[in-house]
């Protein structure tokens, strides 16, 4: 429950202008989501390297942005997989 609260306070940060809170907060919220591996987890990591990359591209740093995304997994989720 802890990376959800950092996640949506660096959700504010971004909103609130301040990068490096924000930047700060998503790394403690995938740090935090680490300890468990469910496909719930898994997604929410996926996300917050999507929000990370979004920081990044905000501060014109597509280096970054790209390195985040790359970190994305390549495969869909099983629930995605299950539907099809």
Do not use: W
Not at 9 to 30: G, M, N, R, S, Y
């Amino acid at each position: 429950m802890r990376a959800v609260e950092h996640n949506r306070l660096a959700k504010a940060a971004v909103l609130a202008k301040a990068p490096t809170l924000a930047h700060d907060q998503f790394v403690i919220a995938t740090v935090a989501r680490l300890c468990s591996r469910t496909e719930v987890t898994r997604n929410y990591r996926a996300g917050i390297k999507i929000d990370l990359a979004k920081l990044a591209a905000e501060e014109n740093d597509s280096r970054a942005a790209f390195r985040y995304l790359a970190e994305l997994p390549l495969r869909p989720p099983k629930s995605l997989i299950t539907i099809c």
